[in-house]
Structure formats: structure tokens, C-alpha cells
């Protein structure tokens, strides 16, 4: 066996800032390196990253590679590496696995299937319509990445799980403060996440919170309830919150009436645009539970692994097919419907409402910024006249 490469001057954790259409040099670098890359780990020591397709789908349904954060290396800094807390603190999709993370997902999975959002669609649309029929009020320019594509995933998500409506200013202001350098931001903005879900727990919500409390396992506390909740939350709007800008970016780059006149031209072109925008540029991470063989590099127990899913969704050698945008196996993202169909229903309301939008700027002078680590990237900003 062999140790991984490790490429020279390579940091794929860095912040950026670039073009919507300039490449991220990292990923090529990665790449060429080898199927599977040594690099410095943003909270110290080694970390691995999967650099080849084959291998990744491998690796996301190996048993011997797991997301709970109590096999993190030992010594890191929980914040600095941007980890949950464990499994055994705080079980949640995103850190259990084997049969209590199949257990917690049969729980959810129900909710969030295409023939089941299908029933919302209508009211996702006209939630889309109404925020952007708002903004085109004003007049003028407006900048749809000031706020607009994190207000509208927030509105969306809090109406199915039966959250009042006047909660999703106090929802905005606390994902904003998830990525804050205060220390204690970000706790605040899980309690207040956590607290406003709570109130889709009513006796009389019908919505997506109260059948989840009636799914889930039997010995899942309240506590416990109301982070699930969190977590759908904030990672449905992080998720879609990213791609949204792309998307309409895109959509609009030819100037007016250039978005797909059907339905089937504006799915392809929302699945390409996350293709080469995924909402998340890297897997969280998972770590071996013992001595791991991966393409013939030996990786010791508690090794944290990512899969680089931009850079092999714009591999150029890559074969079409079913992309890793939303990941695979066990862990594949359980609200990748829900992310789609808004990003799809933005795109048609914009088809039909504002038939006249354009970008405010050329194509050319966007740009994307990453705040480093294992986030993706998001526009600066979008300025686009909804009237023309």
C-alpha cells in the first residue's frame, strides 16, 4: 500500500472569490493529483478527499466510513472543523448511521417524496410569485441575493411544516448567524431555529413538523425533535438558498424572454445548473471507524474523509449520467425534491410573471465568493430589473 499524494500549494478549504464561469483551480489540481488526496484539514492534521467518481459512490455507502463526529480525529476543535454534535449527543440524520440513521429516515422520507410535494406545488409557486411581486413593486434594480433567495426557501420550508409566517424574519436572522465568528452565535441560532419550529408542534398544525413528531422513533425526546426540525430547516435553506442564484443568474444570462418556454427545458437547465453549482462542493465529513484500504492508499481509524462533489460533477472526462450533486447511498440528501421544485417554480414564475427580467449587470461581471472550509459558493450579489 501507498500514502495518498499530497499536491503542493493546494488548500481546498481557502476562501474564494471568482467568476460564475471561471473554474475553481483546486479542483483540477485535486484531480490530477490521484483518485484520492492528502491535504492539511482546516482543524489540523491530515485529511483525505476522493477526487474520482467510482470511488466516491464507494466510499458514501461503505459501513466502515461513518458521519457520527465522535470518531473525529482526536484534538479537534469541534467549531473550527464545523462539526454537529454527535451521535450520541444529538442523533440526527446528518450523524447517525446503520440502522438508527435508516430508522430516523424512514421517519422523514415520507414527507419530502416528489408524488408528496407535488400536492405543495401550487402554494410553492405562489410563494415565489408573491416575494418577487414584492420586490418588482419598488421599481428599479433589485438585488435578489441581498435577500430574496434566502427569504424565499425560509417561507417555503416554515408553511409545510406549519410555522406561522411571522417567524421567518426571526428564521432569516438566525441562518445568517450560523457563519457568524462570534463563538456564541451560532448556538443562539440553532436555540432560535430550534424554539420557532417548535411552533409547528401546535395540537392544531397540520403541518409537516406535527407528522413528523408522530413518525419518528418512540424514545425521540422533545429536544431531540426540535433539532431534527432545526436541521431541516437550515439545511434546506442553505441548500437551495446557494443554488438560487445560479439558477436565476443562468436563466437570465441571454437578456430577456430567454428563459426555457417549457417545463422540460427549465428541469434540464435547473439540473445542469447544479451540476456544475452543487449547493455543497464537499460531502460532510465521514471518518473510518479502523484501518481503511481506498485505491490502494491506507487510511488509519478516526481519517476524515470528503468526496469532492464539484469536482467530479465538472470532471470533463466524466460520463453523463446521475451527477453527486445531492450525494448517494444511505445519506442522499433527503430534501433534493423539495431544493428542485423551488428552484423550478422560481424559474416559471419568472417565465410567466416577469417575462421582461434581465440581469441588471453583464453575465461576465457576477461573481461567487466562498467563506472557505467545506461551504460552497454564492453570489455577491444579483442585481436583475424584474420589469425589464
Known amino acids: 500500500m501507498r500514502n495518498a499524494p ?5 488548500d481546498p478549504f481557502a476562501s474564494t472569490a471568482r467568476g460564475l464561469d ?3 483551480p483546486a479542483r483540477a489540481a485535486l484531480r490530477s493529483a490521484g483518485p484520492i488526496v492528502q491535504v492539511n484539514a482546516p482543524a489540523g492534521g491530515r485529511a483525505w478527499i476522493v477526487t474520482d467518481e467510482a470511488l466516491a459512490r464507494a466510499v458514501l455507502v461503505d459501513p466502515r466510513i461513518v458521519k457520527d463526529p465522535a470518531l473525529a480525529p482526536l484534538g479537534w476543535d469541534r467549531q473550527r472543523a464545523g462539526l454537529e454534535p454527535t451521535a450520541a449527543e444529538q442523533p440526527s440524520l446528518t450523524t447517525l448511521d ?5 430508522e430516523l429516515r424512514r421517519a422523514h422520507a415520507p414527507l419530502f417524496t416528489a408524488k408528496r410535494l407535488r400536492e405543495h406545488s401550487d402554494r410553492i409557486h405562489a410563494i415565489a410569485r408573491e416575494l418577487l411581486s414584492g420586490l418588482a413593486a419598488g421599481g428599479g434594480d433589485v438585488d435578489l441575493a441581498a435577500d430574496f433567495t434566502t427569504r424565499y426557501p425560509l417561507t417555503v420550508l416554515l408553511d409545510l411544516l406549519g410555522v406561522p409566517l411571522g417567524h421567518v424574519d ?4 438566525a441562518c445568517r448567524q450560523m457563519f457568524s465568528a462570534d463563538p456564541g452565535a451560532q448556538g443562539r441560532a440553532i436555540a432560535a431555529l430550534a424554539a420557532l419550529a417548535g411552533d409547528g408542534l401546535r395540537d392544531d398544525s397540520r403541518g409537516f413538523a406535527a407528522e413528523l413528531r408522530d413518525r419518528v422513533p418512540p424514545e425521540t425526546t422533545r ?4 433539532y ?27 437578456g430577456s424572454h430567454r428563459i426555457p418556454p417549457d417545463e422540460e427545458s427549465i428541469d434540464e437547465s435547473v439540473r445542469e445548473t447544479l451540476r456544475l453549482h452543487p449547493p455543497a462542493t464537499f460531502t460532510l465529513w465521514r ?7 481506498l485505491a490502494g492508499v491506507r487510511l488509519p481509524a478516526r481519517a476524515p474523509v470528503l468526496v469532492d462533489i464539484q469536482g467530479i460533477n465538472t470532471d470533463p472526462g466524466r460520463r453523463s449520467g446521475q451527477d453527486l450533486s445531492f450525494g448517494a447511498g444511505p445519506h442522499y440528501c433527503i430534501g433534493a425534491h423539495l431544493a428542485q421544485l423551488e428552484l423550478r417554480a422560481v424559474a416559471a414564475v419568472l417565465r410567466t410573471d416577469f417575462p421582461d427580467a434581465r440581469l441588471a449587470v453583464p453575465f461576465g461581471e457576477l461573481r461567487q465568493t466562498t467563506i ?12 436583475v430589473a424584474l420589469r425589464g
Open 223 to 226: 429536544d431531540q425533535l426540535h
Open 22 to 24: 471561471e473554474p475553481d
Open 6 to 10: 499530497h499536491p503542493d500549494g493546494v
Open 170 to 173: 426571526r428564521a432569516t436572522d
Open 98 to 102: 446503520g440502522p438508527e440513521h435508516a
Open 287 to 293: 471518518f473510518t471507524t479502523a484501518e481503511v484500504e
Open 372 to 383: 472557505g472550509g467545506l461551504q460552497g459558493g454564492r453570489l455577491v450579489e444579483l442585481p
Open 228 to 254: 431534527h426540525l432545526f436541521g431541516l430547516i437550515f439545511a434546506g435553506q442553505l441548500t437551495t438558498d446557494a443554488a438560487l442564484g445560479f439558477v436565476i443568474a443562468r436563466l437570465l444570462a441571454g
